[in-house]
């Protein structure tokens, strides 16, 4: 059972450009999450998504980010514009469908790291 | 609103010793709490959780972790430290939220050196 995917690993971008980034949660996992981890510090909460649905983004910046979970394929982070400020490490993390009424353990891909130059 | 410190950014200790990581949460309620580990340039590798069920929590690698809510901790220890224990631990709290899921909320991470 392959885990979380995310690609690209490593992401390299010039000012004002578009990053895209791509999760294919674990088989099974119909839910997702996104966290960025600027350097040296812990990893944030950016949005909550299950197919085809935005659940929660009070983490997401209000311009220039945008993600989705389409039907079929991967779950996309996109940063338009990029500013040098984006450069972090960016986890997608999937659990599988809630059963139990509470949350489910969410089980992290190895990240892309974005660097804006 | 739920919060999570991690007391120390940086431990070190020599192979063969006694590892301890210290972790004070917040919580309005019952909380999930997390140990995460980081290998440098890798992803997050959970070590292990606590759900309300026994206080002591056993995980992989010989770490376990003892919740204590009069004190608010949930402190990662390991009787004998390993070299390939360096790395970056991250405390987590989540809540679940109304809607069943978790909103993790991370420490801002222990960078563990463990010297021969």
């Given at each position: 059972n392959a885990g979380v995917m995310q690609n690209p690993r490593h992401l390299v971008r010039r000012r004002g450009q578009e990053a895209r980034l791509r999760c294919s949660p674990m088989k099974g996992h119909s839910h997702v999450y996104w966290y960025r981890q600027l350097p040296e510090e812990g990893l944030k909460f950016m949005v909550y998504l299950q197919k085809e649905n935005?659940?929660?983004?009070?983490?997401?910046?209000?311009?220039r980010f945008s993600a989705e979970f389409p039907k079929e394929g991967p779950s996309i982070l996109r940063i338009q514009?990029?500013?040098?400020?984006?450069?972090a490490a960016y986890f997608c993390a999937s659990s599988p469908p809630n059963v139990r009424g509470g949350g489910e353990t969410q089980y992290f891909g190895p990240g892309t790291r974005l660097l804006v130059l | 609103a739920q919060s999570v410190t991690q007391l120390d950014s940086h431990v070190s200790v020599s192979e063969g010793t006694p590892v301890l990581l210290r972790c004070n949460y917040s919580s309005s309620y019952s909380p999930s709490l997390f140990w995460y580990v980081q290998h440098p340039n890798k992803g997050l590798q959970l070590l292990l959780k606590y759900t309300s069920a026994a206080t002591l929590v056993k995980g992989i690698n010989g770490f376990e972790a003892e919740f204590k809510k009069s004190e608010t901790s949930f402190h990662l220890t390991k009787p004998s430290a390993h070299m390939s224990d360096a790395a970056e631990y991250f405390c987590v709290v989540s809540a679940s939220r109304s809607g069943g899921y978790n909103k993790l909320i991370f420490g801002a991470g222990t960078r563990l050196a463990v010297h021969p």
């Open positions: 935005i659940i929660d983004e009070s983490g997401m910046p209000k311009e514009q990029v500013v040098r400020g984006d450069s | -």
